[in-house]
């Protein structure tokens, strides 16, 4: 990704595209950061307190138990746009290109957070009671870590009752590809003061299938 955003210079040897990308990271990190862990714990809290129907998944194991998930996912992406909406054009506290202006940082932030929880719940995967679910004697585990970090360790890692790591996984991927979508379509109309048919057929069909996943959540 840091090479993607170095990209805009041409014709330069690959040590300056590094040097460029890491300029560009450091100069957009301070805005990134917490744009996007705001956005992060603005999910997270919706996702709990927000209504929604209270689905049972499947059966689990010999128990039999069925965990419960709160459905509130489309609720979750229309009050996200319109809070990116208010934020940006009714209240100005940021511009609607926030991502585009900054996406070295953002691209940063989002690789580093990622790479980070991954770790973390394979950690916490082993430590878990859930880890012998997999069937993976220990002896494995240590000698096969791609393995298990594919397959993952915990079969529902959960922070509580009412919040599923693996369920509110999708969401901030998905409701943010919108946010950069509609970045990139301000910008485009800020810089050449419209949006191209390609833009608009692009926004409306990634759109579609956003809407489209939450509302069959």
Same mark, same amino acid.
């Given at each position: 990704?840091? +090479? ?53 998944? !499947? ?8 965990? *419960?998930?709160?459905? @509130? ?7 996200? !746009?319109? %809070?990116f909406f ?12 926030? !991502?585009?202006? *900054? ?30 679910d997999l069937g993976i ?5 240590? +000698? ?8 993952? !360790?915990?079969? @529902? ?23 950069? *979508?509609?970045?990139? %379509? ?11 048919? *390609? ?19």
């Open positions: 990704p840091l +090479l993607i955003v170095a990209r805009e210079r041409e014709h330069c040897p690959q040590m300056e595209y590094l040097s460029y990308a890491a300029q560009r990271v450091a100069a957009t990190l301070p805005v990134a950061l917490p744009a996007y862990a705001t956005f992060w714990l603005f999910l997270a809290f919706g996702s709990v307190y927000l209504p929604g129907k209270v689905h049972q998944g !499947v059966q689990l194991g010999s128990s039999k138990k069925r965990l *419960n998930y709160k459905c @509130n996912g489309f609720l979750l992406l229309v009050t996200s !746009v319109v %809070a208010v934020g940006s054009v009714g209240l100005g506290l940021f511009p609607v290109t926030i !991502v585009y202006d *900054n996406i070295a940082g953002f691209l940063f932030t989002v690789q580093v957070w990622t790479l980070l929880h991954t770790a973390h719940l394979y950690l916490r995967g082993r430590d878990s009671k859930e880890a012998a004697p220990d002896r494995e585990k240590d +000698l096969d870590i791609f393995r298990t970090l594919w397959f993952g !360790v915990e079969v @529902n890692p959960r922070l509580s009752e009412k919040f599923d790591w693996k369920f509110f996984a999708y969401r901030p991927a998905m409701i943010f590809w919108l946010i950069v *979508n509609f970045s990139i %379509a301000g910008a485009q109309y800020r810089d050449a003061g419209h949006l191209t048919w *390609n833009m608009m057929v692009y926004q409306f069909t990634t759109g579609w299938y956003v809407v489209d996943y939450f509302w069959h959540e």
